[in-house]
Structures are given as structure tokens and as C-alpha cells.
């Protein structure tokens, strides 16, 4: 189980999860394969590209909602392969088509298939108008505190700002900005892209993170049901470690044990 005692709840849209792990439905080898990996991860929210993913339009392909309960799970429907506001928008209100109104929708608009790095200008935009559509945007973002901030200011329901490129394993290049994200965030923050391994989703969570978004972390791993394990119990040790407090760096040696009252 991922429930942390003594912890405020971890509420998207008005709805509590035990999760702070979301985890995306693609690159797996199989869907027999997602569903191991996704069951053994504890995620309750799971991700996926409305662009690439058949929900049942595709007949004779194979269908996620065969694999995946939406009674056990909350689909967030991605714009994965966007480049543009108008694009993105689109994607979102075909997604509500195929899912009977469903509003949670992660929004992600490209700047360029190189990086996969997003492009903040249609980022604003998109998000702009889905929110006054009436959709919970949750919103994949650079690490930019400004951007993060006009996102809240705009009404989205989370930011998810980079910690390195998708797909890229690099773990968090840039804690600093991740640092002023969330002193500043009133709205939850979750760490999304570049996550390689555990240790990298737990510095997220130590860093104070609401939650951490991942797909290839888990679906290139050699094994990936073992890796999807693994980030559970990470994401979980890293908000421990986050609500405990670490002890301050030192620069010399401090003794474990005291030295007064030592047997001379």
C-alpha cells in the first residue's frame, strides 16, 4: 500500500487517492504486459495518448478498456503528439466523446519531435481554453516557476513541470526550479518526464512533489513488473523521508554517540 500515516490527503479534482504514483499504458510490450506492470506499480491514475490508444473505435485492435477497468482506475487522457494549441483542444474533447464526459485530462503540447520539450506558448493557450470548457487540466510544463505560476493563475488543476526530457532516464536536472515551483504552488505539483529509477522518484517526493507521473522508467526496464514494484515502495520512502525531515548537511564529521560520560 502507498498510504503514508499523518499525511495530508493527495486530492486531483475533488478526489482522494492513496497513489502518489501515475503511471502511463504505453510502450509496454503487450497489454498483458501493461496491466502486470500497472497492478504491480499501486497507481490508481493511469495515463494515456487519446491519439494512440483504442478505447473501442478500432475494432479488431486491441482495447485498453479490456485490460484496464475504469471501475478500478481514473483515465487521464493525454494530447500526446501535439504541437499546437487547436490540436490539443481538439484531442481533449475527443476524449470526453469516447469516455462519456469525462473532464480530467493531462495537457501536453509539443514544441518538436527532437526534445519532446513543451512548447509553453500553445501550453498557455490550450490550457486557457479547456478551462473555460470545463475540464480539470492537469498540465505538462517546463520547469519554469513563472509558467507553473500563469498555469495556476489560469485555473489549471496541477502542474507537472519536466524533471529531464521524456523518455530520457536523466532523473531531476534541475532541482532548484522544482524548489521554487513549489514554495510557490498552490495547487499540486507532480514531477513528470526524465524519472530513469527509483532513486529518482524519491528525490522528487523528498524534494515535496504531490506525486510523480512515469511511463518509460517502468516499461524500458529490463523487468519491468520488478521496476514497477520498485517505484512504489520509492515513491513512498521519498515522502516519508520528505515528512520526517532530513538532518542538516555538515561539512565535518559529527559523532554518533556523545562523547561525555565515555569510561576513561
Request: charged content about 20%; proline content about 5%.
Amino acid at each position: 500500500m502507498s498510504i503514508v500515516r499523518n499525511d495530508k490527503p493527495f486530492v486531483l479534482a475533488g478526489r482522494t487517492y492513496q497513489s502518489r504514483l501515475l503511471v502511463g499504458t504505453g510502450k509496454y510490450r503487450d497489454m498483458e504486459e501493461t496491466r502486470l506492470a500497472i497492478e504491480a506499480s499501486g497507481a490508481e491514475i493511469v495515463t494515456f495518448a487519446v491519439r494512440r490508444t483504442n478505447l473501442g473505435q478500432n475494432a479488431g485492435e486491441p482495447n485498453l478498456l479490456d485490460f484496464l477497468s475504469p471501475d478500478r482506475y481514473t483515465f487521464l487522457p493525454n494530447t500526446a503528439g501535439c504541437y499546437d494549441a487547436i490540436e490539443a483542444v481538439r484531442t481533449c474533447r475527443l476524449a470526453r466523446e469516447l469516455l462519456d464526459g469525462h473532464n480530467l485530462v493531462k495537457l501536453e503540447v509539443l514544441a518538436d519531435q527532437k526534445t519532446l520539450f513543451p512548447n509553453v506558448i500553445e501550453t498557455l493557450k490550450a490550457a486557457e481554453s479547456l478551462v473555460k470548457e470545463g475540464f480539470d487540466v492537469m498540465v505538462y510544463t517546463s520547469d519554469d516557476p513563472i509558467i507553473a505560476r500563469q498555469l495556476a493563475e489560469i485555473g489549471c488543476i496541477a502542474v507537472m513541470p519536466l524533471a529531464g526530457l521524456i523518455g530520457s532516464g536523466l532523473g531531476i536536472c534541475n532541482p532548484y526550479n522544482l524548489q521554487i515551483i513549489l514554495e510557490e504552488a498552490n495547487i499540486p505539483v507532480l514531477v513528470d518526464a526524465g524519472v530513469g529509477t527509483a532513486s529518482d522518484a524519491t528525490i522528487a517526493m523528498e524534494l515535496g512533489c504531490d506525486a510523480v507521473l512515469m511511463n518509460s522508467a517502468i516499461a524500458h526496464a529490463q523487468q519491468p513488473i520488478m521496476m514497477a514494484e520498485a517505484m512504489q515502495h520509492a515513491i513512498v520512502a521519498g515522502r516519508l523521508a520528505y515528512l520526517a525531515g532530513r538532518m542538516p548537511k555538515k561539512l565535518y564529521a559529527s559523532a554518533s554517540s556523545p562523547l561525555d560520560g565515555l569510561i576513561k
